[in-house]
């Protein structure tokens, strides 16, 4: 059987101004192309169900954590719960973020513009250090990728793995966990159009089998 990858859901507001919980498509697209069943896990602050998330990540042979404006203290929770139970995690922008936040790191806003172009397919070169799992991954110390953030990671406790030309943090992990990596850039959006990004989710796909 395939891998059920839990994607943690966004908080969004509807066009009928509805409060609903949201996978973005590039990243369900990019787990069913790597051979990964997507299962959307639904972080709720407040409920009135006897709801424990936790038993619902435990069916899942991954997550991850989508990027957003702000995460909350649920995303929080359950970042720590996997992190203990060791389950293969993915972290895109800010999912990286709350990595870093988990283990002592700050984020500032960001003032330059190179890192806010929505629709370039290629916006900054990444760094890759040789010793990380991108790097095993990618098998290059340079890459080309996206880039939508409003902030960035400015320290973390986590192994810093990826560096953009002009210094921001693109990269974090966790060298003593199976697969606990973040990444600044969309790399979901990047799939159809750059094979080392549809790289990342198949090698990560292939972690959540074992």
């Not at 806010?116 to 990728?145: G, M, P, R, W």
């Not at 880039?147 to 060298?175: F, P």
């Not at 990444?183 to 990047?190: L, R, T």
Request: net charge neutral; proline share 4%.
């Amino acid at each position: 059987m395939n891998p059920i990858i839990g994607i943690m859901t966004r908080p969004e507001i509807s066009p009928e101004k509805h409060n609903i919980m949201c996978a973005y498509e590039d990243v369900i697209t990019s787990v069913v192309q790597s051979g990964g069943i997507p299962l959307g896990i639904l972080p709720l602050n407040k409920s009135k169900f006897n709801y424990n998330i936790f038993e619902i990540i435990d069916k899942c042979d991954g997550i991850i954590f989508q990027g957003g404006d702000d995460f909350t203290n649920a995303e929080i929770e359950c970042m720590k719960y996997v992190y203990k139970k060791d389950i293969p995690t993915l972290g895109i922008c800010l999912g990286m973020q709350l990595m870093s936040y988990m283990f002592g790191g700050d984020s500032m806003p960001i003032n330059n513009l190179e890192h806010k172009q929505a629709n370039l397919k290629y916006v900054h070169d990444v760094h890759i250090k040789k010793e990380s799992q991108l790097y095993k991954i990618f098998k290059q110390d340079k890459i080309k990728v996206n880039s939508r953030h409003k902030y960035t990671v400015i320290n973390s406790n986590l192994d810093i793995t990826a560096i953009s030309s002009d210094g921001l943090i693109e990269g974090i992990e966790d060298k003593n966990k199976k697969f606990f990596v973040g990444v600044q850039w969309h790399p979901e959006s990047m799939t159809s159009y750059d094979i080392l990004e549809s790289r990342l989710f198949d090698y990560f796909i292939n972690v959540c089998r074992k």
